[in-house]
């Protein structure tokens, strides 16, 4: 099993990724791992409604896992291992002690992608689950050394983000109920937005990505990353000139060198690589280091670049998909407020259409009754017939409303 320390080495060895690390989420022997705010309910077939409170020390959000109910939760956190290593998950005891179970599952080798985490509530009262804990919320992750490194096809033929498992629980929507048409809104947004998210095939540090704090990083990581990649280059095939100190620095400037020092892997880099990098950013050293332990040096830089880039995006694909899920899952969402109002005219439409015939129902019987005579049918006919035909118009026009206010909204995105 991995120790603390093993699993610092293993994200500086490249063998494993955690997107995003923080070193609070870090346990003797694991990574406690949180959920995003995506809780979808087996039993109703919907997301559950994320609740807020709002105190002196900011806004928390949780949702009331419904008693005898499982729930499906996906990882804020991207884990990739490589084949030398695989995991387990193990329920974090303070959940464990509210009445809730995870049931341990397994992490195989080469793994890729958010965890899909079910957490199940067996007792008779709805609980509480907490969605922004400081250090996890849900499992700890152990991982493991594999005595032989598995190799080749067929370790494992899981999508990443497990978004298969999800989409088993859209097959066969609710027939009726208030929860039908909820489950259907979700279907359409999981099928042809969340489930892409999920397998990462959405990219948000494209050029047109919105501006955010995290844009000013980006573009400075970018730029750094683009003159080493280039300065590596010419090391190697010994085009670069030292120019006239003679010396090499790779970074020139202090704001590249606080660049570099807030990037999560330039937190965990070891004694060894820390002097290697040293040695290129000594004005005694540049020179007296040779062409290839430079580079060397130069492309740790670079893997500590590409690791915070990775990561700002994975930490803006959590931040889309949460304000997402919000659209689905908030008591007074923008989905809910919309159809609440389309209910209310519907309502309105039926009322009135019903409360109208039974006027003309009554108008034509107090007429049938007092005036008309037995060989005039039609004029006993005709408002009966009106009576009639008005309830069934106001109801299509009512249905016909109902039936549009069920098309999803779709809004914002990546
Ligand atoms: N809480 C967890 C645990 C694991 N996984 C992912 C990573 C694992 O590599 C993979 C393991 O899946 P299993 O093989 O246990 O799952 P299945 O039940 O789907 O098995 P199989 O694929 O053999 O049908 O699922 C996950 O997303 N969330």
């Known amino acids: 099993m991995l120790s603390r320390e093993d699993i610092k080495r293993a994200i500086v060895d490249g063998k494993v990724k955690i997107y995003p690390f923080e070193s609070k989420n870090m346990t003797g022997i694991g990574y406690n791992l949180s959920t995003t705010n995506f809780a979808f309910s087996i039993g109703r077939g919907v997301l559950l409604p994320i609740r807020k409170d709002t105190t002196s020390s900011g806004v928390s959000h949780y949702v009331f896992i419904p008693p005898c109910d499982t729930v499906l939760f996906f990882s804020r956190e991207y884990v990739s291992v490589d084949g030398t290593l695989a995991g387990s998950f193990y329920s974090k ?11 341990s599952t397994t992490l195989d080798p080469t793994w890729k992608g958010q965890l899909i985490l079910s957490v199940n509530n067996p007792t008779d009262r709805r609980i509480r689950f907490d969605l922004d804990k400081d250090s996890g919320n849900v499992a700890t992750m152990l991982l493991h050394d594999l005595d032989t490194p598995v190799s080749g096809p067929d370790i494992h033929d899981n999508n990443r983000g497990r978004c298969d498992l999800l989409l088993g629980h859209f097959t066969d929507p609710p027939r009726r109920g208030k929860n039908r048409r909820k489950h259907l809104e979700l279907r359409d947004f999981v099928v042809h937005e969340y489930a892409d998210s999920l397998n990462g095939y959405d990219d948000f540090l494209t050029a047109d990505a919105p501006r955010d704090r995290y844009s000013k990083k980006v573009d ?5 990353r683009e003159r080493l990649n280039e300065d590596v280059r010419s090391i190697r095939e010994e085009k670069y000139s030292l120019g006239q100190g003679g010396h090499y620095f790779a970074l020139r400037s202090d704001s590249e060198r606080q660049l570099i020092n807030g990037c999560a892997l330039y937190g965990l ?12 950013e000594s004005e005694s050293g540049g020179a007296s280091v040779c062409e290839s332990q ?11 670049i590409d690791y915070e880039l990775e990561m700002i995006n994975h930490i803006r694909r959590i931040n889309w998909q949460n304000e997402r899920v919000h659209e689905y899952a908030d008591e007074k969402s923008t989905l809910s407020k919309e159809q609440e109002r389309a209910r209310f005219w519907s309502n309105v439409g039926s009322m009135g259409g019903y409360l109208a015939a039974a006027i003309m ?4 019987l107090i007429y049938a009754i007092a005036c008309a005579q037995p060989e005039n049918l039609m004029a006993l006919l005709v408002p009966v017939l009106v009576a009639a035909f008005v309830p069934l118009t106001i109801a299509a026009i009512g249905r ?3 039936l549009t206010s069920r098309q999803p909204t779709r809004k914002g995105g990546k």
């Open 269 to 280: 880099y070891d004694g060894e690589r820390l002097e290697k990098l040293a040695a290129i």
């Open 93 to 103: 005891v303070s959940r464990v002690c509210q009445g809730l179970g995870h049931i």
């Open 400 to 402: 016909w409303g109902d």
């Open 361 to 364: 129902l009554a108008a034509a």
């Open 294 to 304: 430079t580079a060397e040096a130069v492309e740790l830089y670079l893997d500590i």
């Open 220 to 224: 400075e990581l970018r730029e750094l």
